[in-house]
């Protein structure tokens, strides 16, 4: 598992993601954000674990953890077919814009997040957008739980597996579910 | 224009006191000016002049910066780490040193185009004289330049004319991009509306290049018929010569072409082009060829099509003068900008020229003189030809087979790979010999060849790619418009009303380059989808391309599908990246020609009209360049909304409308000087869409205006509905902003939209005669 960026030209200079080296410590980080914003893109049915797609195993940990689910791209459309409602839809720029607002107050008016979770953009965007968020939004926690390091998210999963990844997935839903969600 | 000006020159005269020689006398210059309309308040606009209307627009749609690099290492005082807020040695943050990337970006691309039309201008000049009338469309243009127009005040009727009028966006780009220098420009919005004033100046050398490419070299003019142009490299005949020109300037290969008339061959060669060389040589040449786009140099120099390879100026590979060696082809470099380290051989004698060439004594030439150029290629092209018998740099199968055996599944080759393609499987695979992983990333591979630049054991994993995805290579058959150039008066005045009223949903611009996500087919897509619900689809470039590089159930491509007039269903290719002023212009004629408001020097109050009422996006599905950056920031200072693909993000810098801020979206009702709230139309000037399918989206509520009649309105939703529905299963959430009155409501959603209104507490309002422009209210409130 390294820590260097996947698409080895995305490079930070000196601010790098904290590594998450076990599921664990990214499910305690979740539980301890009060108003946690999970937000999805467009590769989340491009992804396949274990003959299963990203998405399914995104709606098992979103059921769950019970973070809310914001969709990018057209993904609503997917998590419908599947059954599942997310909290909101939006372009990933339109995220990405409000996020750096403090004044923005959340996809429910109640409160702006205070942990931001991606997951499943285009490696190259999804750089840039915690690029933004480092830059313009200082204070904002941003994580990553793709199978990809991030370096400019504050915490990111070391580069892994597909293997490795679903069985993340896997324990931070259980770990989840077993203690009664977010 | 307010300089006038007179330039004699005497090369020698004979008089009764003695002979002259080289005399040169300047007092001013003579502008024919035969323009009656009034001068309107912003002719020849300098950096800061349009800079209030920068801003209206600038506060509208903030800039959302995503920094691609933390660093500034512009100066010695660097590297400054500029994270987070902290400011570099000399005063800038990440705002400005964003900000000031873009302009960068904008003003190279600027100077690019400019430097496109003066060296164009000037050799037409040379050639043609500064008195050569302009005509890009006879009676049925006469609003030839209406970009040119619209910002210097100037209406150009000569060669000479375009010259004088370069001669001002020269200046200007060299004011921009003075303000990147160190200890300038401090603001990251004025460094935006530097960009934006970039974009101008680019918009009008595009127009400049192309007006004169038109009108002197028998372009088509305002033809929606222009020829059907046979595209890819099935069409190409392997038994001729072939010539291969790669670049965007025309200059070149027009000496190719009228040498092959000349000595009578052009029917026993092929000339084909790649990227916007290709497009204008068949605007010159109805029997020229293109292969692709530009991003695929690497796919058809490495495949060994051409004998001689010609590289003229923008958006050619670097190493492309190496890849043709590796396949004996000879290169000529035609152009200053790209002399690629070969001997200027422009004055030595063609025989020995050709001679050097054939023998391989040297492997490729720089000729800065177009006619040299073509005698010189064609000579080459025909001797080669037999010699050559299309070498190949492609390994066999089975030399892929044993190849890929020395892969170290390192995963260098995806990680490097800018589409994330997973590589490593695929060479895997072939070292089993399944070559089907292979053949699959042959349409999504850009042929950048970064994974073999990756590879630790130097594995050519693009040309095996190449080698597998050969058969469909060379099945490649399909058609592509030649460009038509501008749109006509007549068009204009058909289709003027419609769209402003809203009635025609929107033009949708498909521009700009070939870094796509998942390749070509996603503009085809989108093109079809736009003709088929009967929105005008303009293309340019290498979109043009990609949009006829597919065709329907009937095996018809879409230039074959839908007519080429800029009407409701049309898909028309306007030409080259130089021709993209031609959308433009069409713009600004719809609130010239249909609204009779004045041209002349009037930028604000065209862009305000535009703004507000022409329902125009662009989408550059897979741009990459910095010409790209300004041709978007032409369009944006217009107040036209530009979407870009996924890897468009990498521009750093979106401008974004908040739907969410109501307080965004007032504008004045120019009847009464109240102000009205029109909603988030359109709601963004700059954004990435991450798939097509959002494109579709989005293109479909950015047509939205605030001038849209309730028809209109009604239309625009109706599609924003449909298409919303269709790809992500549900209504728009936010179709209450767009809605004014209860007659904006699709009739066939009335039930369930009245249902959602409700809900959402919604108020009806009224429909203004929108401005963002005080003085453009004609009746102040007291």
């Known amino acids: ?182 | 224009m307010t300089s006038k000006n007179v330039h004699v020159k005497i090369d020698e005269m004979k008089t009764g006191s003695g002979l002259i020689k080289n005399l040169e006398l300047s007092i001013g210059k003579v502008i024919n000016d035969n323009w009656t309309e009034p001068m309107g308040p912003t002719p020849m606009p300098h950096i800061s002049t349009l800079r209030d209307w920068d801003m209206k627009l600038l506060n509208k749609y903030k800039p959302f910066y995503m920094p691609d690099c933390d660093l500034c290492c512009l100066c010695t005082y660097g590297k400054c780490d500029l994270t987070a807020g902290k400011r570099g040695a000399c005063g800038l943050n990440i705002a400005d040193q964003s900000s000031r990337i873009v302009l960068i970006a904008c003003c190279i691309g600027a100077a690019t185009h400019n430097a496109h039309a003066r060296h164009v201008v000037d050799h037409l000049i040379e050639k043609y004289g500064r008195r050569f009338p302009l005509d890009v469309g006879g009676l049925n243009v006469k609003v030839e330049a209406p970009v040119t127009r619209l910002i210097t005040g100037v209406k150009p009727e000569t060669l000479g004319d375009l010259d004088d009028i370069l001669a001002y966006t020269e200046s200007q780009i060299t004011h921009c991009l003075s303000a990147a220098h160190t200890g300038q420009e401090a603001n990251n919005l004025d460094f935006e509306s530097k960009a934006f004033h970039a974009g101008r100046m680019d918009q009008v050398g595009m127009e400049i290049a192309d007006l004169a490419q038109i009108s002197t070299l028998g372009f088509p003019k305002a033809e929606p018929e222009a020829p059907l142009i046979q595209m890819g490299i099935g069409t190409v005949d392997p038994k001729k010569p072939v010539i291969m020109c790669i670049g965007h300037n025309v200059i070149p290969s027009v000496g190719i072409i009228d040498y092959m008339k000349d000595k009578k061959v052009d029917d026993k060669m092929e000339v084909v082009g790649l990227c916007c060389t290709a497009i204008d040589n068949t605007r010159y040449f109805d029997r020229a060829k293109i292969v692709g786009p530009i991003s695929w140099e690497l796919r058809f120099i490495r495949g060994g099509f051409a004998d001689v390879v010609v590289l003229d100026e923008q958006c050619v590979r670097t190493d492309a003068s190496l890849e043709a060696e590796r396949v004996k082809a000879p290169v000529i470099a035609a152009s200053e900008k790209n002399c690629i380290g070969y001997k200027d051989r422009t004055n030595d004698p063609a025989d020995q020229i050709v001679a050097d060439l054939v023998s391989g004594k040297v492997p490729g030439v720089l000729i800065l003189d177009p006619e040299k150029v073509g005698e010189v290629a064609v000579r080459v092209a025909q001797q080669v030809a037999p010699m050559r018998k299309k070498m190949k740099s492609l390994p066999e199968l089975d030399q892929i087979k044993e190849l890929a055996k020395k892969c170290r599944h390192c995963n260098m080759c995806q990680r490097n790979c800018p589409q994330d393609l997973s590589i490593e499987p695929a060479v895997k695979a072939a070292s089993e010999g399944d070559y089907s992983k292979l053949a699959a990333l042959y349409e999504e591979c850009i042929g950048c060849g970064r994974c073999e630049e990756a590879c630790p054991v130097k594995l050519e994993i693009h040309s095996y790619i190449l080698k597998v995805g050969e058969k469909k290579m060379l099945e490649e058959k399909n058609f592509c418009r030649s460009g038509r150039g501008a749109v006509s008066d007549v068009e204009i005045r058909s289709v003027g009303g419609p769209i402003v009223l809203g009635e025609i949903p929107g033009i949708v611009a498909l521009v700009g380059c070939a870094n796509y996500p998942h390749g070509g087919k996603d503009v085809y897509d989108i093109a079809r989808e736009f003709a088929s619900r009967r929105y005008i689809v303009v293309t340019s470039g290498c979109s043009a391309m990609s949009a006829g590089s597919y065709k329907n159930e009937e095996g018809k491509t879409l230039y074959e599908e839908f007519p080429g007039g800029f009407e409701a269903g049309g898909v028309l290719n306007v030409g080259s990246c130089v021709s993209n002023p031609h959308i433009a212009g069409a713009a600004i004629k719809v609130a010239n020609i249909f609204a009779k408001r004045n041209l002349r020097g009037n930028y604000e109050e065209i862009a305000d009209y535009i703004h507000n009422r022409v329902g125009a996006v662009g989408l550059a599905w897979g741009a990459y360049s910095q010409k790209a950056a300004s041709i978007a920031s032409g369009f944006w200072s217009l107040g036209v909304p530009v979407l870009v693909g996924p890897h468009g993000s990498k521009y750093r810098r979106m401008l974004m409308g908040r739907s969410d801020k109501p307080e965004n979206w007032e504008v004045y009702d120019a009847r009464s000087g109240d102000k009205v709230n029109v909603g988030p139309a359109p709601e963004h000037l700059f954004q990435t869409v991450e798939t097509p399918q959002e494109a579709m989206v989005q293109i479909a509520k950015l047509c939205l205006r605030p001038n849209d009649t309730w028809k209109g309105r009604m239309g625009k939703l109706t599609h924003y509905i449909d298409l919303h529905k269709r790809h992500y299963g549900i209504m728009p959430p936010d179709i209450h902003m767009f809605v004014r009155t209860t007659a904006d409501i699709p009739i066939t959603m009335k039930d369930e939209i009245t249902e959602i209104l409700k809900a959402k507490d919604w108020k009806e309002s009224i429909i203004p005669d929108p401005t963002m422009l005080p003085r453009m209210i004609r009746k102040v409130k007291e």
Not at chain 1, 80 to 98: C, E, H, N, V, W
Not at chain 1, 113 to 140: C, N, R, T, W
Request: net charge neutral; charged share 20%; glycine share 6%.
């Open chain 1, 1 to 182: 598992m390294s820590c260097e960026p996947w698409q080895c030209s995305e490079i930070a200079a000196t601010k790098k993601a904290n590594p998450i080296q076990k599921p664990e410590i990214a499910v305690a980080m979740i539980k301890r954000a009060a108003r946690p914003l999970l937000i999805v893109g467009s590769n989340a049915t491009q992804r396949w674990m274990e003959g299963r797609q990203l998405i399914d195993y995104l709606i098992e940990f979103a059921n769950a953890s019970k973070v809310p689910v914001l969709a990018t791209a057209h993904m609503v459309g997917e998590f419908l077919k599947r059954g599942y409602t997310p909290a909101s839809f939006m372009t990933a720029m339109d995220i990405g814009q409000r996020i750096v607002d403090p004044t923005w107050q959340g996809i429910d008016g109640k409160g702006h997040p205070d942990l931001v979770i991606f997951v499943g953009l285009p490696y190259y965007m999804e750089a840039l957008i915690l690029s933004g968020l480092k830059h313009f939004a200082p204070d904002q926690k941003t994580m990553t739980i793709d199978n990809l390091y991030h370096a400019h998210a504050s915490w990111s999963f070391p580069n892994a597996s597909l293997e490795d990844w679903a069985s993340n997935l896997k324990v931070m839903t259980s770990k989840f579910e077993n203690n009664g969600g977010n």
